[in-house]
């Protein structure tokens, strides 16, 4: 089958690699409707991340069944099914507490590689949704959505604990933070600021919920949260970034009490203690438990109460996923979606 | 009026200073029942927090109200007092949200000094709660310890969600970590783990709760706290030492999804951001926000349902107060009360 294959930072190719094989009882072979790129696809594309030898790409997916292993009960051949870009066996105390991306069992689905044409599936039971029936066309884009850009965004508003009454802040106008805005709004924030200097992100923004928006950044950016907030800062600060900048700046923005959810993967960040203890806010972060939220959000896109498939602003056959890669680093595009 | 004065690291006197004055119509004076040396007063002791010029000590205080300013209605002289070693005004959202210790308008009594005969209590609305009645005397050193030692150790146990089902561990055996052992025993904490190498402190450890000792440190203290807990680690964690070890060691003994609570005063910590992310854990830590706490604490031991005065394991007239801190710096003594 054809998959993309990163040899080294910039050089990202589409070639033939091993179809998937069922190698555990548990595992699940999907054919994908459609794949895309991630903003963390992007640190070992740029070379932030080190590549030693060459890496199969991609962890978010869709698609059809197309064989299960025998233990697998949950998923059948023929269904239509989201996942989670994080692997989980669904029954471990991590998982039950709702934390299946820390699963003592997980798999990154990137070790796997889902910008192909068929994924191998670990834990299919713990990690695969599937939707009622086979969704519209038009529906592909939000349920591709879900498997993570919309689910790390929905968590790292709930991890602020954005809700009735708060006012959100997000850090970051990439796709997740986008989709911060968007679960913000639907988790019922009475306000919502946007950081972006980005005039059409700023545009989608405001479609999905944004009340606010604000252009700077760093410690201009926090004076511009606190004069909005009286200032205070906002009740909860999303962080979708993953630099020191971008961290303190969400650390900086939220009042004493308040909470951050950074879900932007960190590099090189140190947080000084002294500042965290004196800021006195609530901290989560970390890969996003998305499979916990998965069958709220695929319900709300199957009754179209949300629309986080307009996050894709480009679409690429996967023969031209290179193209893709380049248009998100250069940010010419805030998503790209590779078709199949 | 005699107080204690710390002049340079290490040199502690009891000497004349001025008797306090209101000045703000929210101000109270009160005498001093009793008043005590804190592990945070040890920092500056050591040299570690710079010390620029003649410091009056001491942050901890009950004693009996004797005068008011106009617009005090709370309290009133000759009622028996306890008070949050932070001022707060008890009005602002901050203060309403539960962190009266972040108030827009704090003070740090460390800045006014209660190690003395008499002190000024601003904000005395905000900051002071009233005994039922006049207490006896071996009831001092507890309602003593409420105004730190016991509401910070609580508040690493409330933030880091100590309660029934759950195992805690208890990173630091000096006041704060025992008071924390005696906070998650009374929020229903199933397993307490108590990590501690000091055989005195290990048997005060059990009297409040402690159902488990661990004796290593660092990165062997988090292998012993994984082996208890088959290998995920403690729901919720207290740190209550503030060194780079202390903290890193209360991160990698929490399990994905728990809780960290921090009061130890952190002094060049670093935390890595990435570990941070991946490690999934809720952290939040600060000056406590004791006068939340303050009327269900002086209830607890107005009933004598907990004895938390028990962590006075010295004491001396306040005329010996460098003796006190000495015998802490070297941990011959866990806490030093200080007679008036």
């Known amino acids: 089958m054809r998959g993309v294959v990163l040899h080294a930072p910039g050089d990202v190719r589409v070639e033939e690699i091993d179809d998937p094989k069922i190698t555990a009882p548990t595992d699940a072979i999907i054919r994908l409707s459609a794949s895309c790129v991630c903003g963390s696809d992007l640190w070992p594309f740029r070379g932030v991340e080190h590549v030693d030898r060459p890496m199969p790409m991609g962890h978010e ?8 292993g025998s233990e697998v009960k ?49 834990h299919a039971d713990g990690t695969l949704v599937a939707t009622p029936a086979m969704p519209d066309a038009e529906l592909i884009p939000s349920l591709l959505a879900a498997s993570d850009v919309l689910g790390t965004g929905w968590f790292g508003a709930v991890a602020a604990e954005a809700g009735p009454g708060k006012t959100v802040a997000v850090v970051g106008d990439g796709a ?14 009475e306000r919502i600021i946007a950081i972006s200097r980005h005039e059409t992100r700023q545009k989608l923004a405001r479609e999905f919920g944004g009340t606010d ?35 303190q700046q969400a650390i900086r923005s939220t009042r004493p009490g308040g909470h951050v ?33 998965l069958p709220e959000l ?9 629309d986080p498939g307009k996050v894709f602003d480009l679409t690429l056959p996967l023969e031209q996923a290179a193209e893709g890669y380049r248009a998100m680093d250069e940010r010419r595009a805030i998503k790209a979606l590779l078709t199949l």
């Open 61 to 68: 997916y869709v698609g059809i069944v197309e064989e299960v």
């Open 176 to 189: 997740v933070g986008l989709m911060a805005v968007l679960a913000a709004k639907q988790l019922g924030a």
């Open 74 to 122: 949950n998923v059948k051949p023929g269904q239509f099914v989201v996942g989670s870009f994080v692997a989980s066996d669904g029954t471990c105390e991590i998982c039950r507490a709702g934390y299946p991306s820390s699963c003592v069992d997980r798999v990154f689905m990137s070790q796997v590689g889902t910008q192909s044409g068929r994924a191998l599936i670990p």
């Open 213 to 247: 928006i604000v252009t700077e950044r760093g410690d201009d950016g926090v004076a511009k949260v606190k004069e909005l907030t009286a200032g205070m800062g906002a009740h909860s600060v999303v962080e979708a970034v993953g630099t020191q900048e971008s961290m």
């Open 298 to 306: 695929i319900d709300l896109i199957w009754e179209r109460k949300i």
């Open 261 to 293: 959810g950074f879900v932007g993967v960190n590099h090189d960040v140190a947080l000084s203690g002294e500042e965290l203890f004196f800021a006195q806010v609530h901290l989560l972060g970390g890969p996003a438990p998305v499979r916990r939220f």
